[in-house]
């Protein structure tokens, strides 16, 4: 059986399935155009270097990649459980978030500085928890290098907030409260690279804006896609000095 | 414009049937069925002589551009679970919306169309896109000859339902516009032999893809014009209704028949298919966003309609999140996809 679960999303090339057969279930992702097998080729890069992390390698990696014609073809096994729902705010996910930052420290090496691996689209939405814990997938932006420690968790939770303010335009008690328990979080685990503790959202934002390598098409065509984008100017500096004025307390 | 590898099948065709502008033509003369009206063609055909086909009709017709050229029209190829090997028949392919995609991921190709000026368009697109593999036949489909080389794929996409049409179909001139027509026997015995002759060109064991709005789509009860006459409930009404309202209000018989999930099964089982696997498909067959197996219990399902930020876009996704996730109302999906075996 093969059900569609998303076509072109979000603007890439590549069809999404959800395959249940013989060789047992998937998740499907297949493209037919360059853009979209650029990033077919960057997600089972994420995905070998997630599981070498993981040290689940010896056990035989779980995605497979195949070509024929002009078609390429990404099974990865299918891994059942819950996502959270981002769009419920930082607040509603307090705990999730919580769990999604241990489990980027245990993942992540603690080494500063640039040349971190970059997920790139670390997003609630692309995470999944079950008994065995929370699981990492769609690793379409992956990158083995460039990026910066701590980044992913920091975008993880900017975005989190972000589909949390609405109109609102000041962080509420228990928002700066995760806030900064996060960065204490990361910080404490050396997975925090030094622009994001002085101003985490503006450095955050000015990292994307200055990584159209990573980003590509989505930056130039659809950069509101990438939520932490959407915050106004005068917001980032109110957020940032709000958080400031908690850490030093 | 074929290959070494789909010679058995350029045999036949070069054998019977005459070749013109390298587009095989059989008889008797078929009709005519396109979005765009015969001088309409004529332009683009024109456009045609000097320029690659996508610039052509960006530049005459631009709001077909996407109809012709988006990639998410085949994301429902993967259902047939294609291995690059296969020979395949695109009934009714107009400009190749899907025939250039299964060029791209099997051995060959033949496109089958009525109208000649489609199939130019598609020559021109399937040269310009290196799709060598590809042979086209201009026929009318209701006449469809039965080929000695049998594909392995079979390709019904948004085609069944104009089967009963005969003569010319300018679409602009015929959707929700009054023109006095005839037709002769039952829609459902015309659309039932066509698919007999599909059934008779494919392998044993051969797949069919078919697509088509659903009769009891839930838009249809709400009020939304049949995609095919722009009339009103035709689609969910008894059929001597919907010809009924159809002959007072555009002079001509109710043909353009649809079905239910379960008439669509019988229809494909008495044409001959068997093991007929039926998904749901929203938001429509076309550009699908989700094709979900008959057997999802949709306790995720969530509505892929765009989630725009207007009051009738989020009404319409609560009603789908209602009618499928709580409701479970299956058999009111906006449409089908069926893939049948020989």
Not at chain 1, 183 to 190: E, I, P, V
Not at chain 2, 30 to 36: A, Q
Not at chain 2, 163 to 169: A, F, H, L, R
Not at chain 2, 222 to 247: C, E, M, Y
């Amino acid at each position: 059986m093969i059900e569609l679960l998303s076509n072109c999303a979000r603007g890439r090339e590549i069809f999404t399935y959800h395959v249940k057969g013989r060789e047992g279930e998937f998740l499907r992702k297949v493209s037919v155009t360059a853009p979209g097998s650029t990033l077919l080729e960057k997600e089972i890069a994420g995905w070998k270097w997630y599981e070498s992390r993981l040290g689940t390698t010896g056990t035989g990696s779980s995605c497979h990649l195949k070509r024929h014609k002009e078609c390429l073809t990404l099974d990865i096994g299918w891994i059942e459980g819950k996502k959270g729902e981002f769009y419920q705010g930082l607040a509603a996910n307090r705990e999730w978030v919580r769990q999604a930052v241990e489990h980027y420290c245990r993942v992540w090496p603690a080494e500063a500085g640039s040349g971190a691996p970059l997920h790139g689209d670390f997003s609630l939405d692309n995470l999944i928890r079950n008994s065995s814990g929370v699981h990492i997938i769609d690793w379409e932006h992956f990158s083995p290098d460039g990026g910066c420690v701590g980044f992913d968790a920091v975008y993880l939770l900017f975005e989190t907030l972000w589909f949390g303010m609405g109109e609102r335009i000041n962080l509420e008690d228990n928002e700066k409260k995760i806030v900064i328990e996060t960065l204490q979080t990361l910080d404490k685990n050396r997975r925090l690279a030094e622009p994001f503790r002085a101003a985490p959202l503006k450095n955050l934002r000015a990292f994307i804006r200055s990584h159209e390598i990573f980003w590509g098409e989505q930056l130039r065509v659809t950069p509101c896609k990438l939520p932490v984008l959407n915050f106004t100017e005068t917001q980032t500096d109110d957020i940032d000095n709000a958080i400031q004025r908690m850490l030093r307390h | 414009m074929t290959t070494p590898s789909s010679f058995d099948f350029a045999e036949e065709l070069t054998r019977r049937f005459g070749c013109e502008e390298g587009i095989y033509r059989a008889e008797p003369s078929p009709g005519y069925w396109s979005n765009l009206n015969t001088d309409e063609n004529k332009e683009l055909m024109e456009a045609l002589e000097n320029k690659p086909a996508r610039e052509a009709i960006r530049e005459k017709f631009p709001a077909l551009e996407e109809v012709i050229y988006s990639l998410k029209r085949q994301a429902g190829l993967e259902l047939l679970d294609l291995t690059g090997e296969e020979t395949c028949i695109d009934y009714g392919c107009m400009w190749g919306a899907l025939t250039i995609p299964l060029a791209q991921r099997t051995r060959f190709v033949l496109g089958v169309d009525q109208t000649m000026d489609s199939l130019r368009f598609l020559k021109a697109r399937a040269r310009e896109s290196r799709c060598d593999n590809v042979a086209l036949l201009n026929a009318d489909l209701k006449s469809m000859p039965l080929l000695s080389r049998k594909a392995d794929i079979a390709v019904v996409n948004g085609v069944l339902e104009w089967i009963p049409e005969s003569g010319t179909v300018e679409l602009k001139k015929f959707y929700g516009q009054r023109t006095v027509r005839t037709y002769q026997g039952n829609p459902r015995d015309h659309q039932k032999s066509f698919l007999q002759r599909v059934h008779e060109n494919l392998t044993p064991g051969g797949k069919l893809y078919l697509a088509i709005e659903n009769r009891y789509a839930y838009e249809m009860f709400l009020g939304v014009p049949d995609p095919h006459s722009n009339l009103r409930f035709t689609s969910i009404a008894p059929r001597k209704v919907a010809d009924w309202i159809s002959r007072i209000k555009l002079g001509r018989a109710y043909v353009n028949w649809l079905y239910s999930f379960g008439d669509l099964e019988q229809l494909l089982k008495d044409a001959g298919f068997s093991a007929i696997d039926s998904y749901l498909c929203f938001p429509d067959y076309r550009f699908p966003q989700k094709i979900l197996s008959t057997a999802n219990s949709l306790e995720d399902f969530q509505s892929a309609l765009p989630d725009k930020p207007f009051l009738k876009w989020k009404v319409r996704r609560l009603l789908e999140n209602i009618l499928f996730r709580k409701l479970k109302l299956k058999g009111l999906a906006p449409s089908i996809i069926a893939i049948a075996r020989t």
